[in-house]
Protein backbone atom coordinates (compact mmCIF):
# COMPACT_ATOMS: atom_id res chain seq x y z
CA UNK A 1 0.00 0.00 0.00
CA UNK A 2 0.96 3.69 -0.76
CA UNK A 3 0.17 6.43 1.07
CA UNK A 4 0.03 9.24 -1.53
CA UNK A 5 -0.11 12.93 -1.23
CA UNK A 6 0.48 16.25 -3.23
CA UNK A 7 1.87 13.62 -6.20
CA UNK A 8 4.43 12.34 -3.65
CA UNK A 9 4.07 8.79 -2.07
CA UNK A 10 4.82 9.91 1.85
CA UNK A 11 4.38 6.03 2.87
CA UNK A 12 4.90 2.70 1.53
CA UNK A 13 3.98 -0.86 2.97
CA UNK A 14 2.85 -4.41 2.26
CA UNK A 15 1.78 -4.38 6.08
CA UNK A 16 -0.85 -2.09 6.77
CA UNK A 17 -3.10 -3.23 9.59
CA UNK A 18 -7.11 -1.70 8.77
CA UNK A 19 -9.14 0.19 11.38
CA UNK A 20 -12.40 1.57 10.90
CA UNK A 21 -11.94 1.58 6.95
CA UNK A 22 -8.20 3.57 7.64
CA UNK A 23 -4.87 1.87 6.85
CA UNK A 24 -2.37 2.34 9.73
CA UNK A 25 1.32 2.07 8.37
CA UNK A 26 4.06 0.81 10.23
CA UNK A 27 5.81 4.26 11.82
CA UNK A 28 9.25 3.05 9.72
CA UNK A 29 7.64 2.64 6.78
CA UNK A 30 6.38 6.83 6.47
CA UNK A 31 9.35 9.15 4.71
CA UNK A 32 10.30 11.25 7.63
CA UNK A 33 11.10 14.30 5.43
CA UNK A 34 7.40 14.72 4.56
CA UNK A 35 6.66 14.73 8.68
CA UNK A 36 6.60 17.68 11.66
CA UNK A 37 5.04 17.53 14.42
CA UNK A 38 2.12 18.95 15.57
CA UNK A 39 0.64 19.96 18.95
CA UNK A 40 -2.40 18.87 17.78
CA UNK A 41 -3.50 16.11 20.07
CA UNK A 42 -7.42 13.80 20.16
CA UNK A 43 -8.92 11.09 22.23
CA UNK A 44 -10.50 8.40 21.32
CA UNK A 45 -12.54 6.31 23.78
CA UNK A 46 -11.47 3.35 22.72
CA UNK A 47 -8.22 3.70 21.21
CA UNK A 48 -6.84 6.30 23.01
CA UNK A 49 -4.89 9.85 22.81
CA UNK A 50 -3.82 10.80 19.51
CA UNK A 51 -1.06 13.02 18.09
CA UNK A 52 -0.63 14.41 14.79
CA UNK A 53 1.97 15.25 12.21
CA UNK A 54 1.41 18.15 9.32
CA UNK A 55 2.45 17.07 5.77
CA UNK A 56 5.02 19.41 4.40
CA UNK A 57 5.42 18.21 0.54
CA UNK A 58 6.69 20.72 -2.23
CA UNK A 59 6.60 23.65 -0.15
CA UNK A 60 3.08 23.22 0.62
CA UNK A 61 1.56 22.00 3.89
CA UNK A 62 -1.43 19.74 5.23
CA UNK A 63 -2.02 19.92 8.47
CA UNK A 64 -2.73 17.40 10.96
CA UNK A 65 -3.17 15.06 7.99
CA UNK A 66 -1.19 12.32 9.83
CA UNK A 67 -1.70 10.30 13.41
CA UNK A 68 -0.50 7.77 15.38
CA UNK A 69 -0.92 6.96 19.07
CA UNK A 70 1.85 6.56 21.39
CA UNK A 71 0.24 4.56 23.99
CA UNK A 72 -2.80 2.83 22.87
CA UNK A 73 -5.35 0.53 24.84
CA UNK A 74 -5.23 -2.95 25.53
CA UNK A 75 -8.31 -3.15 22.40
CA UNK A 76 -6.17 -1.05 20.40
CA UNK A 77 -2.55 -3.00 20.25
CA UNK A 78 -2.48 -3.85 16.64
CA UNK A 79 -1.97 -0.04 15.65
CA UNK A 80 0.56 0.63 18.17
CA UNK A 81 3.72 2.51 16.31
CA UNK A 82 1.70 3.11 13.33
CA UNK A 83 0.56 5.79 11.71
CA UNK A 84 -2.58 6.31 9.23
CA UNK A 85 -3.78 9.24 6.90
CA UNK A 86 -6.86 11.61 6.04
CA UNK A 87 -7.39 15.08 4.40
CA UNK A 88 -6.94 14.39 1.21
CA UNK A 89 -4.12 11.64 1.14
CA UNK A 90 -4.78 8.75 -1.21
CA UNK A 91 -3.76 4.98 0.25
CA UNK A 92 -3.44 2.98 -3.40
CA UNK A 93 -2.70 -0.46 -3.73
Not at 41 to 59: D, E, M, N, R, S
Request: aromatic fraction near 14%; proline fraction near 5%; hydrophobic fraction near 35%.
Amino acid sequence: MKAIWNNTVIAESDETVVVENNHYFPAESIKKEYFKSSETHTTCPWKGQAHYYTLAVGGKENPDAAWYYPEVSPLAKGIKGRVAFWKGVTIEA
